[in-house]
């Protein structure tokens, strides 16, 4: 949503809030960049590393894939609304964090005005 969103990682550490929260202003003060592009699917089969999240796949069967770049620092698929630049997004706060099982992480971000 515009207020809040949450981050699944992959991982069996704890996850140290100060540290997300100091990185995440880090990344928004950089005002980095977001841009998009198009790739096929084949192409996409054949780079199978930018597919990086958890449990939900690109979108498939129009032929084309949505790539979503923030300039020197990601790269993937996405189909999803994006901002034009990280500068855009404002005030991030980390929320709750939970344990959704033995490797699954989940930080809870709101985006304060």
């Known amino acids: 949503s515009a207020e809040k969103s949450r981050l ?3 991982m069996e550490d704890t996850v140290d809030k100060e540290a997300v929260s100091a990185a995440l202003d880090e990344l928004v003060r950089a005002d980095h960049p977001v ?6 699917e084949a192409e996409l089969d054949a780079n199978p590393q930018l597919v990086r999240t958890m449990s ?3 979108p498939r069967g129009k032929g084309d894939i949505r790539l979503l770049e923030i300039r020197d620092v990601d790269l993937q698929p996405c189909g999803g609304t994006h901002v034009r630049s990280t500068a855009e997004v404002g005030s991030v706060r980390v929320g709750k964090v939970e ?10 971000i709101h985006l304060d005005d």
């Open 8 to 10: 699944d990682f992959n």
């Open 35 to 40: 841009s998009c592009r198009w790739i096929s």
């Open 56 to 58: 939900v796949q690109p």
């Open 99 to 108: 344990k959704k099982g033995r490797q699954n992480r989940r930080v809870n």
